[in-house]
């Protein structure tokens, strides 16, 4: 303590004060001292200004503070002058000065210890407020200074301590005063201006906010969710981000806090171009917040979300943090858990559904995705809105697709298929959501189906999608795309069932009009249209036997403007330009004659250029089709032509790499085997090595065991017929191969006959057949070759006629099935004979019925039974010699050819149930042979109908069709007649003929050897009918028997009114022959008139139908049609469908087409599929047909003839026929004496006996 007199002290203490007031920070510390001392001593007696003492100790240790920042120094200040301040009378002239520096030392304080107490900072505010009231007392400095913590303290009270907006109007005034005061010294403009950006921040902040986190209320964060504060955060952040740039860049005093707030403007300014440095500075500044708090407080919960936001915003920006971070949806799971009752959990809530919906979610569920998705499922039960979980299944559902394809295992799409069920029960929102959930569980149905190969499962997808589209609107864009799925759907049904309707629906949609068939508008899904054009064109490539190479070409512009049209994301997952490369290659494959290899030249270099353009195309990783499998059959195709076995040996190594990662599907690896057994068997016949035989035989046995074990495999009858050719080449007999060819030979020709049966319709059924072209005489080759006569028979009635079947059975499948304890299937067959399989979908896509799989269903529950063997066997040997007995026919004869030029047999059932084979060594067919020639004469006429060309045409057939006449004896029917008459047969004998492929042109009754005196054609020595197959003999053969007469029906149709087309005996003919049947004449008729006289539902048809009128011969054969009154058309796919309505039971009658070309075909021979075989597949017991046009008058003779002889003597067609063919071939020949009119005298034509007059007229049936 300082010593001295009172006097002596107050003598100092003015010395010192007056010092300090000079500058001496020495005299500042003595002004302390010595007021203290003068304090202590002070009494009554002596004469002290108290006040006034603490007042100057206040300055001092204020001033003093200014040089050592002691915080005690500044203390001890506020005590003084806050000790001052109270003893001061009210309206003291000191005290706005007081109030000054107390007010200064308190806003220091509490601004350095970042206080947000409100009374403490009233006590700072209201001071300075009074002193700025007397601002014009004080320095300018002082003033300034002064303001600006003022306004800084009222900011902080606004911000931190729930001040009003009076708080913020008085900081906002105050601040502004020093920017616009040009004396304020820099370093106060740039705090103001911090504080003026963070007032404008804060400004339009809800109070509850302003108060902490007691103050986040249920409502805020309502508000915070329904978004409605982000306009005012946006329009306040324009002004902050003003302020924020005015402060001067050097120097910068705020340090991170400063960028933190630089990047918070940002943020709230534009929220969607904020940069990963913005997020990664404000994550860092709630990571120092959070250390604050404890770990298991909600605060700390809340600020744990927060930072999930910023670190999910960083994963959309494509960044991470650079710190740790823990898997976000365990985070918001674990707060949940421990704060679900807090305010914020709505905030954590929708946060979790963001990202386990958003974009970010797939970074975040890329990998394992079995832990994804029992995270997902522990969110699903916290979130709230429909809308997030939804979007989250969705996201879920697409990534477990891509799992599920890579690792060809079902399992993700059953996990997400359990959790699409169990919320679309638990949602209670709208039908456009309810809609979603059906479509994404079809979706998901879809890749099972993929995975385990099973059909039904598509099924259940499709309508699932169906019920998708009952549920969303029109106009929702996502319907748009419902179309292009189901097409896709169908597609992939088709590859698994081969029901070619399911491929129809695909290619009947018109792209050209913008909509399907049935007129479901597509015009407005532009994003979804190129994936139907790919549909269709894929479609097209499935139809591998319409190909052509102008139609490839049409293909290859449509794929070309199709990918230019294609979104670049889409085009890299689907791997689509692969298809190009396909396209290129079945171009440089197929010339006019149709598909091979090319050997050599421009189109081998073609071939291979194409292939390399097809690996040109790069698969993504993230591709959903990986088409390993097409690139290694290309390697194998390109190995083959090009005679190079390292290709080969790639390819198949390839293969073999795919089989090993095949799923449980039996069709993939059905499939692949298969391929690998043909690679084997490709090798084998260019290098000859046994081993690839063995190999290949191996390869094809194991793929014959999956469809053995998995019935209903598609694809599988070539693999059969491939492993038998395997086998018949091999020839082992120790090995049995020759009765293992048999065997595998008839498993592919029955399995032929399914995928045939499978088709609605049969338009589809004959594209079916078609596969099969050529394949039941291969067979009957190696049965032949191994002695086994029955089973050659079996072979050739297996693989011929299949359509005509079909359809011939149809009438008796629901007796059966009922019979067989399936009633259900039963209506369901009765249902769909009703209904057009021609007509396409009933209505828009996503609301028609879909294609049927009635009939695949009902051959997969006969699989083995009873019912089966009725429906699909053929007939036994032993059934058709009792045909042949019942039609007094001595035998059934098939005419075989051999492969590769070499000489054909015959296989001949007769009536004793014997089979034996007859070499036939003239029997084949050469380039530019008799069939060739005969053919190509048929074609000339078609097409040169009149005039000199029409001359010509005709004189060159007459030629060949003798050419050919002369053939046919020596070649089959010649050691046919010798085989029968060898045989002890005493007469003229009935053969009953089914030529097989090409034979099927030859008028075989017409073959002619030269005798004395001329030529004997083989009809003089034998009644000669033909028969598509056994099956079709023995179904009209067993029809019940009506008297012809009993119910008949004439009708004559002339044709048009031209001269060239106009049947003038046609008239004639039917007034003639209603002599035979009064009053049977119809008129003419159109075709719904003629439809009513053929077997239908309600009863048998007409006993006799008589047909005089056009017909014309089409390609396909289905189009083929009797040209009726008014220019109508009566179709052979109508007579098919309409035999399927018959009667089961009902009497067969007898067709007489005296129309020209009505029992012939081109093209499919082996379905002998004509107007003739139509009809007897429609109900009846037998049908005259003609094998080319015939002249119109010896047309109405020879018709006269037949009518004549049936109803007088020879009641049996056959007979009946062969009798009006001898009598036209009779030189001598006369007319009945009934005949009068027009047509009397007109047999003595010199040129009827000539071939074209009456070889064309056969029969077939009883």
Same mark, same amino acid.
């Given at each position: 303590?300082?010593?001295?007199?009172?006097?002596?002290?107050?003598?100092?203490?003015d010395?010192?004060?007056?010092?300090?007031?000079?500058?001496?920070?020495?005299?500042?510390?003595?002004?302390?001292?010595?007021?203290?001392?003068?304090?202590?001593?002070?009494?009554?007696?002596?004469?002290?200004?108290?006040?006034?003492?603490?007042?100057?100790?206040?300055?001092?240790?204020?001033?003093?503070?200014?040089?050592?920042?002691?915080?005690?120094?500044?203390?001890?200040?506020?005590?003084?002058?806050?000790?001052?301040?109270?003893?001061?009378?009210?309206?003291?002239?000191?005290?706005?000065?007081?109030?000054?520096y107390?007010?200064?030392?308190?806003?220091?304080?509490?601004?350095?210890?970042?206080?947000?107490?409100?009374?403490?900072?009233?006590?700072?505010?209201?001071?300075?407020?009074?002193?700025?009231?007397?601002?014009?007392?004080f320095?300018?400095?002082?003033?300034?200074?002064?303001?600006?913590?003022?306004?800084?303290?009222?900011?902080?009270?606004?911000?931190?301590?729930?001040?009003?907006?009076?708080?913020?109007?008085?900081?906002t005034?105050?601040?502004?005063?020093i920017?616009?005061?040009?004396?304020?010294?820099?370093?106060?403009?740039?705090?103001a201006?911090?504080?003026?950006?963070?007032?404008?921040?804060?400004?339009?902040?809800?109070?509850?906010?302003?108060?902490?986190?007691?103050?986040?209320?249920?409502?805020v964060?309502?508000?915070?969710?329904?978004?409605?504060?982000?306009?005012?955060?946006?329009?306040?952040?324009?002004?902050?981000?003003?302020?924020?740039?005015?402060?001067?860049?050097q120097?910068?005093?705020?340090?991170?806090?400063?960028?933190?707030?630089?990047?918070?403007?940002?943020?709230?300014?534009?929220?969607?171009?904020?940069?990963?440095d913005?997020?990664?500075?404000?994550r860092?500044?709630?990571?120092?917040?959070?250390?604050?708090?404890?770990?298991?407080?909600?605060?700390?919960?809340?600020?744990?979300?927060?930072?999930?936001?910023?670190?999910?915003?960083?994963?959309?920006?494509?960044?991470?943090?650079?710190?740790?971070?823990?898997?976000?949806?365990?985070?918001?799971?674990?707060?949940?858990?421990?704060?679900?009752?807090?305010?914020?959990?709505?905030?954590?809530?929708?946060?979790?559904?963001?990202?386990?919906?958003?974009?970010?979610?797939?970074?975040f569920?890329?990998?394992?995705?079995?832990p994804?998705?029992?995270?997902?499922?522990?969110?699903?039960?916290?979130?709230?809105?429909?809308?997030?979980?939804?979007?989250a299944?969705?996201?879920?559902?697409?990534?477990?697709?891509?799992?599920?394809?890579?690792?060809?295992?079902?399992?993700?799409?059953?996990?997400?298929?359990?959790?699409?069920?169990?919320?679309?029960?638990?949602?209670?929102a709208?039908?456009?959501?309810?809609?979603?959930?059906?479509?994404?569980?079809?979706?998901?149905?879809?890749?099972?189906?993929?995975?385990?190969?099973?059909?039904d499962?598509?099924s259940?997808?499709?309508?699932?999608?169906?019920?998708?589209?009952?549920?969303?609107?029109?106009?929702?864009?996502?319907?748009?795309?419902?179309?292009?799925?189901?097409?896709?759907?169908?597609?992939?049904?088709?590859?698994?069932? #081969? &029901? =070619?309707? *399911?491929?129809?629906?695909?290619?009947?949609?018109? +792209?050209? %009009?913008?909509? @399907?068939? /049935? $007129?479901?508008?597509?015009?407005?899904?532009?994003?979804?249209?190129?994936?139907?054009?790919?549909?269709?064109?894929?479609?097209?490539?499935?139809?591998?036997?319409?190909?052509?190479?102008?139609?490839?070409?049409?293909?290859?512009?449509?794929?070309?403007?199709?990918?230019?049209h294609?979104?670049?994301?889409?085009?890299?997952?689907?791997?689509?330009?692969?298809?190009?490369?396909?396209?290129?290659?079945?171009?440089?494959?197929?010339?006019?004659?149709?598909?091979?290899?090319?050997?050599?030249?421009?189109?081998l270099?073609?071939?291979?250029?194409?292939?390399?353009?097809?690996?040109?195309?790069?698969?993504?990783?993230?591709a959903?089709l990986?088409?390993?499998?097409?690139s290694?059959?290309?390697?194998?195709?390109?190995?083959?032509?090009?005679?190079? #076995? &390292? =290709?080969? *040996?790639?390819?198949?190594?390839?293969?073999t790499? +795919?089989? %090993?990662?095949? @799923?449980? /599907? $039996?069709?993939?690896r059905?499939?692949m085997?298969?391929?690998?057994?043909?690679a084997?068997?490709?090798?084998?016949l260019?290098?000859?090595?046994?081993?690839?035989?063995?190999?290949?035989?191996?390869?094809?046995?194991?793929?014959?065991?999956?469809?053995l074990?998995?019935?209903?495999?598609?694809?599988?009858?070539?693999?059969?017929?491939?492993?038998?050719?395997?086998?018949?080449?091999?020839?082992?007999?120790?090995?049995?191969?020759?009765?293992?060819?048999?065997?595998?030979g008839?498993?592919?020709?029955?399995?032929?006959?399914?995928?045939?049966?499978?088709?609605?319709?049969?338009?589809?059924?004959?594209?079916?057949?078609?596969?099969?072209?050529?394949?039941?005489?291969?067979?009957?080759?190696?049965?032949?070759?191994?002695?086994?006569?029955?089973?050659?028979?079996?072979?050739?009635e297996?693989?011929?006629?299949?359509?005509?079947h079909? %359809?011939?059975?149809?009438? /008796?499948?629901?007796?059966?099935?009922?019979?067989?304890?399936?009633?259900d299937?039963?209506?369901?067959?009765?249902?769909?004979?009703?209904?057009?399989p021609?007509?396409?979908?009933?209505?828009?896509?996503?609301t028609a019925?879909?294609?049927?799989?009635?009939?695949r269903?009902?051959?997969?529950?006969?699989?083995?039974?009873?019912?089966?063997?009725?429906?699909?066997?053929?007939?036994?040997?032993?059934?058709?010699?009792?045909t042949?007995?019942?039609?007094?026919?001595?035998?059934?004869?098939?005419?075989?050819?051999?492969?590769?030029?070499?000489?054909?047999?015959?296989?001949?059932?007769?009536?004793?149930?014997s089979?034996?084979?007859?070499?036939?060594?003239?029997?084949?067919?050469?380039?530019?042979?008799?069939?060739?020639?005969?053919?190509?004469?048929?074609?000339?006429?078609?097409?040169?109908?009149?005039?000199?060309?029409?001359?010509?045409?005709?004189?060159?057939?007459?030629?060949?069709?003798e050419?050919?006449?002369?053939?046919?004896?020596?070649?089959?029917m010649?050691?046919?007649?010798?085989?029968?008459?060898?045989?002890?047969?005493?007469?003229?004998?009935?053969?009953?003929?089914?030529?097989?492929?090409?034979?099927?042109?030859?008028?075989?009754?017409?073959?002619?050897?030269?005798?004395?005196?001329?030529?004997?054609?083989?009809?003089?020595?034998?009644?000669?009918?033909?028969?598509?197959?056994?099956?079709?003999?023995?179904?009209?053969?067993?029809?019940?028997?009506?008297?012809?007469?009993?119910?008949?029906?004439?009708?004559?149709?002339?044709?048009?009114?031209?001269?060239?087309?106009?049947?003038?005996?046609?008239?004639?003919?039917?007034?003639?022959?209603?002599?035979?049947?009064?009053?049977?004449?119809?008129?003419?008729?159109?075709?719904?008139?003629?439809?009513?006289?053929?077997?239908?539902?309600?009863?048998?048809?007409?006993?006799?139908?008589?047909?005089?009128?056009?017909?014309?011969?089409?390609?396909?054969?289905?189009d083929?049609?009797?040209?009726?009154a008014?220019?109508?058309?009566?179709?052979?796919?109508?007579?098919?469908?309409?035999?399927?309505?018959?009667?089961?039971?009902?009497?067969?009658?007898?067709?007489?087409?005296?129309?020209?070309?009505?029992?012939?075909?081109?093209?499919?021979?082996?379905?002998?599929?004509?107007?003739?075989?139509?009809?007897?597949?429609?109900?009846?017991?037998?049908?005259?047909?003609t094998?080319?046009?015939?002249?119109?008058?010896?047309?109405?003779?020879f018709?006269?003839m037949?009518?004549?002889?049936?109803?007088?003597?020879?009641?049996?067609?056959?007979?009946?026929?062969?009798?009006?063919?001898?009598?036209?071939?009779?030189?001598?020949?006369?007319?009945?004496?009934?005949?009068?009119?027009?047509?009397?005298?007109?047999?003595?034509?010199?040129?009827?006996?000539?071939?074209?007059?009456?070889?064309?007229?056969?029969?077939?049936?009883?």
């Amino acid at each position: 303590m300082v010593e001295g007199t009172f006097e002596e002290l107050c003598t100092a203490f003015d010395d010192a004060v007056s010092r300090a007031s000079a500058g001496s920070i020495d005299a500042l510390t003595e002004v302390v001292d010595l007021g203290e001392t003068l304090l202590s001593r002070k009494d009554d007696s002596e004469p002290l200004d108290h006040v006034y003492v603490r007042y100057l100790q206040g300055l001092a240790y204020l001033n003093r503070f200014d040089v050592t920042l002691e915080a005690d120094d500044r203390n001890s200040a506020i005590d003084a002058l806050r000790e001052v301040k109270n003893a001061l009378p009210p309206e003291s002239p000191a005290e706005p000065e007081v109030a000054l520096y107390l007010g200064l030392a308190l806003a220091h304080r509490l601004l350095q210890q970042n206080t947000t107490s409100s009374p403490d900072l009233t006590e700072a505010i209201d001071p300075l407020a009074t002193a700025l009231a007397a601002a014009a007392a004080f320095d300018p400095d002082t003033v300034q200074m002064a303001r600006q913590r003022l306004g800084s303290l009222l900011a902080v009270r606004f911000l931190l301590a729930g001040g009003d907006q009076a708080d913020h109007a008085r900081a906002t005034g105050e601040l502004s005063k020093i920017i616009d005061d040009a004396d304020s010294p820099p370093f106060l403009v740039d705090a103001a201006h911090l504080g003026l950006a963070l007032l404008a921040l804060s400004g339009s902040t809800p109070v509850e906010m302003r108060r902490g986190v007691t103050g986040l209320t249920s409502k805020v964060f309502e508000d915070l969710k329904n978004n409605t504060l982000a306009p005012r955060f946006a329009a306040a952040a324009e002004v902050a981000s003003h302020h924020l740039g005015a402060i001067s860049p050097q120097d910068n005093p705020f340090g991170t806090g400063f960028s933190m707030l630089q990047g918070l403007t940002r943020v709230l300014r534009n929220p969607k171009e904020v940069s990963a440095d913005d997020i990664r500075l404000m994550r860092t500044l709630i990571e120092e917040a959070q250390k604050d708090e404890h770990p298991e407080s909600w605060e700390s919960g809340l600020l744990t979300s927060m930072r999930v936001t910023l670190d999910t915003r960083l994963a959309r920006l494509g960044s991470v943090y650079d710190g740790e971070s823990a898997e976000p949806i365990d985070t918001l799971l674990e707060i949940l858990s421990r704060h679900g009752d807090h305010p914020a959990q709505s905030f954590t809530r929708d946060l979790l559904g963001a990202i386990a919906s958003g974009p970010e979610g797939e970074s975040f569920l890329r990998s394992d995705i079995n832990p994804t998705l029992e995270r997902l499922e522990r969110a699903l039960h916290e979130l709230d809105d429909d809308h997030a979980r939804l979007i989250a299944l969705a996201k879920l559902t697409v990534l477990a697709i891509k799992q599920a394809i890579g690792s060809r295992s079902a399992d993700p799409v059953i996990r997400i298929n359990g959790l699409l069920t169990a919320n679309r029960e638990r949602s209670t929102a709208s039908p456009r959501s309810d809609g979603v959930h059906a479509l994404l569980m079809g979706w998901t149905e879809a890749i099972r189906s993929r995975l385990d190969g099973d059909p039904d499962r598509l099924s259940t997808a499709i309508k699932l999608v169906q019920e998708a589209a009952d549920r969303i609107p029109v106009e929702d864009e996502l319907h748009h795309r419902l179309a292009p799925l189901i097409y896709a759907m169908l597609l992939q049904r088709y590859g698994m069932t #081969r &029901n =070619l309707a *399911d491929l129809d629906a695909i290619t009947d949609f018109d +792209e050209s %009009a913008g909509s @399907s068939n /049935d $007129g479901e508008d597509l015009s407005t899904g532009a994003d979804a249209s190129w994936i139907l054009r790919l549909l269709k064109i894929i479609a097209a490539l499935a139809r591998a036997g319409r190909l052509s190479p102008s139609r490839i070409d049409e293909l290859r512009a449509e794929l070309d403007e199709t990918l230019a049209h294609t979104p670049a994301e889409d085009l890299a997952v689907g791997g689509w330009g692969h298809l190009r490369g396909i396209l290129d290659m079945l171009r440089a494959s197929h010339d006019e004659t149709g598909g091979d290899f090319p050997q050599s030249g421009p189109r081998l270099a073609a071939f291979r250029a194409a292939i390399q353009s097809f690996f040109d195309h790069d698969t993504a990783d993230t591709a959903l089709l990986d088409w390993n499998l097409e690139s290694a059959i290309l390697l194998i195709n390109e190995g083959f032509a090009a005679r190079d #076995r &390292n =290709l080969m *040996d790639d390819g198949i190594a390839m293969i073999t790499k +795919e089989y %090993a990662k095949a @799923s449980g /599907d $039996g069709h993939e690896r059905l499939v692949m085997l298969g391929q690998l057994g043909l690679a084997f068997r490709m090798r084998n016949l260019i290098w000859r090595r046994a081993q690839d035989l063995d190999n290949a035989i191996t390869r094809l046995e194991e793929a014959r065991l999956f469809a053995l074990r998995e019935p209903g495999l598609p694809d599988t009858a070539a693999i059969f017929n491939q492993l038998g050719e395997c086998y018949f080449t091999r020839g082992d007999t120790h090995r049995r191969d020759q009765t293992r060819a048999v065997a595998a030979g008839l498993d592919g020709l029955r399995a032929r006959m399914r995928e045939v049966m499978i088709q609605a319709g049969v338009s589809r059924a004959l594209d079916a057949a078609l596969h099969a072209e050529g394949e039941a005489a291969d067979v009957a080759r190696w049965c032949v070759a191994a002695g086994d006569h029955d089973s050659a028979v079996r072979a050739l009635e297996l693989g011929r006629a299949m359509v005509l079947h079909s %359809a011939t059975v149809d009438a /008796d499948t629901p007796g059966l099935l009922r019979a067989s304890g399936r009633p259900d299937l039963a209506a369901g067959w009765e249902e769909q004979v009703g209904q057009d399989p021609a007509a396409g979908l009933d209505g828009p896509i996503v609301t028609a019925r879909m294609p049927s799989t009635l009939r695949r269903d009902v051959l997969l529950a006969i699989e083995g039974t009873e019912t089966e063997q009725r429906l699909m066997s053929p007939p036994a040997v032993a059934q058709i010699a009792a045909t042949l007995n019942q039609a007094d026919a001595v035998a059934m004869v098939y005419l075989v050819l051999h492969d590769e030029g070499k000489s054909g047999f015959a296989v001949l059932v007769s009536s004793d149930g014997s089979t034996a084979e007859i070499p036939l060594p003239h029997l084949s067919v050469t380039a530019g042979g008799p069939i060739d020639e005969f053919e190509d004469a048929q074609r000339d006429v078609q097409r040169a109908r009149s005039g000199e060309d029409g001359d010509q045409a005709r004189k060159r057939w007459t030629k060949a069709a003798e050419t050919l006449s002369d053939w046919a004896w020596p070649a089959a029917m010649g050691p046919l007649l010798d085989h029968v008459r060898s045989r002890g047969h005493r007469g003229v004998p009935r053969l009953v003929l089914a030529p097989v492929g090409r034979l099927g042109c030859v008028p075989w009754h017409a073959s002619r050897r030269p005798v004395t005196g001329g030529l004997r054609y083989a009809c003089q020595d034998a009644i000669v009918s033909y028969a598509a197959s056994a099956r079709q003999f023995v179904d009209a053969s067993g029809r019940g028997r009506r008297g012809w007469a009993r119910e008949p029906a004439l009708v004559g149709v002339a044709g048009s009114a031209s001269l060239e087309d106009h049947l003038i005996w046609v008239e004639a003919e039917i007034a003639a022959l209603e002599r035979f049947y009064p009053g049977a004449g119809v008129g003419w008729p159109r075709q719904a008139v003629v439809r009513r006289l053929l077997p239908h539902k309600g009863g048998p048809g007409a006993s006799l139908l008589h047909l005089s009128c056009h017909a014309v011969r089409t390609d396909p054969p289905l189009d083929s049609y009797l040209v009726l009154a008014g220019n109508t058309k009566l179709y052979v796919r109508d007579i098919l469908r309409q035999a399927a309505q018959r009667p089961a039971d009902a009497d067969g009658g007898l067709v007489v087409l005296a129309a020209c070309a009505s029992d012939l075909t081109e093209t499919s021979q082996d379905e002998a599929l004509t107007l003739a075989t139509a009809f007897l597949a429609g109900g009846a017991a037998g049908a005259v047909g003609t094998r080319w046009p015939v002249a119109d008058l010896p047309t109405a003779l020879f018709m006269l003839m037949f009518h004549h002889y049936l109803n007088s003597g020879y009641p049996a067609p056959p007979t009946a026929l062969r009798a009006a063919q001898l009598w036209m071939l009779d030189p001598d020949r006369e007319l009945p004496d009934w005949v009068t009119g027009l047509l009397a005298g007109t047999e003595k034509r010199p040129d009827l006996e000539t071939m074209s007059h009456w070889a064309a007229f056969t029969y077939q049936g009883r």
